[in-house]
């Protein structure tokens, strides 16, 4: 369904109505919410890689944008195979690892802007090497990348308290060394340590997500990145979610609406149940009545799309989402406005 938006011709192309900032971080909110042991070490770890990107000497041949996002989304493969599955990474199987970060190669090599740096995965297990990384810069992002996970890892394990003896233990020494360095200067007081242990920031990663530009291509990229990442948790849910947005062009259309109402309601129509990626999957996609119980649980992802959309994105597409709910059962979205 999702190719009918882009096989249409341009005079009746409905139009996505947010920027490449507001879709990245409505990804970011959306990649906790799927798998929340994966989201956080995805979440975390891009925020290590964005403070030491920036912190980068002049010279470097890779650019924080691509950093950031290889980070934030390095374990896709992973979610595509495990879902909303409690995932322990050091209990998996090299086999299972190694299929993972293959499939997200290939993924975000196709659906996402990295293009040819996705490869940076397949590099997930190697040792640096300076002169081969100055050939191959995807070896280089993933000295950066494994290095901010390796980070993440040990910043949870140690809550913080961390000791230069501590570094040893998780394998910094196959990395390049220059991030490990810049990180320790820019910890020195743990300010990064301090505001992953509280869960902290966020605001940070939105700012992040504020500095860098992308192209219209790119930012179209990032938009059905968006919806494809959905499919990781319930393909039915990417489905309805789909199938409301045509209903919603269409309807328009057939009404002589003009192009500006049809672009809010395609947007409206994409966001609209986007907290649904938070219901367990047994009640998700429960093919029965749902019990008392589940039907509040299903209720539910109306707090959880608020939580999502909340502060990203515009007021009139919430308010369009809002009226959606009155007519559909009743359900309210508060406080979001």
């Not at 299972?96 to 490869?119: C, Q, T, V, W």
């Not at 192209?215 to 849910?237: G, H, N, P, R, V």
């Amino acid at each position: 369904m999702i190719k009918y938006f882009y096989n249409m011709k341009e005079e009746v192309y409905p139009k996505f109505l947010l920027n490449s900032a507001q879709i990245l971080k409505l990804i970011f909110r959306m990649v906790r919410q799927i798998n929340q042991s994966l989201g956080k070490i995805s979440c975390e770890t891009a925020f290590v890689a964005a403070s030491i990107a920036k912190s980068l000497p002049a010279g470097k041949k890779i650019t924080p944008k691509d950093a950031v996002l290889l980070s934030l989304f390095h374990l896709f493969g992973f979610l595509h195979f495990f879902g909303e599955k409690p995932v322990r990474l050091s209990e998996l199987t090299q086999e299972e690892i190694y299929h993972s970060f293959l499939y997200g190669y290939y993924y975000l090599k196709e659906m996402s802007p990295l293009g040819e740096n996705a490869k940076t995965l397949l590099f997930y297990d190697k040792k640096y090497d300076e002169s081969l990384a100055a050939k191959i810069p995807q070896l280089e992002y993933a000295s950066l990348v494994f290095t901010a996970s390796s980070i993440q890892a040990l910043l949870d394990a140690t809550k913080g308290n961390y000791f230069s003896a501590d570094f040893q233990k998780y394998g910094f020494s196959k990395f390049n060394q220059l991030y490990l360095l810049i990180f320790r200067k820019l910890d020195i007081d743990k300010l990064i340590s301090k505001k992953i242990i509280y869960d902290s920031y966020q605001q940070d990663m939105d700012n992040f997500f504020d500095s860098i530009e992308f192209s219209a291509a790119e930012t179209e990229q990032l938009f059905k990145l968006m919806i494809y990442l959905i499919d990781f948790k319930s393909t039915q849910t990417v489905q309805h979610i789909i199938h409301t947005a045509s209903y919603a062009v269409s309807i328009a259309k057939l009404k002589g609406l003009p192009q500006t109402d049809v672009n809010e309601l395609f947007t409206a129509g994409i966001l609209h149940d986007l907290g649904k990626i938070s219901i367990p999957n047994m009640i998700l996609e429960s093919p029965g009545k749902l019990s008392a119980f589940e039907y509040r649980v299903m209720k539910m992802h109306v707090e959880e799309t608020e939580s999502i959309l909340k502060n990203v994105v515009p007021e009139k597409i919430i308010r369009i989402i809002i009226s959606l709910r009155f007519r559909h059962g009743g359900e309210k979205i508060t406080n979001l406005c």
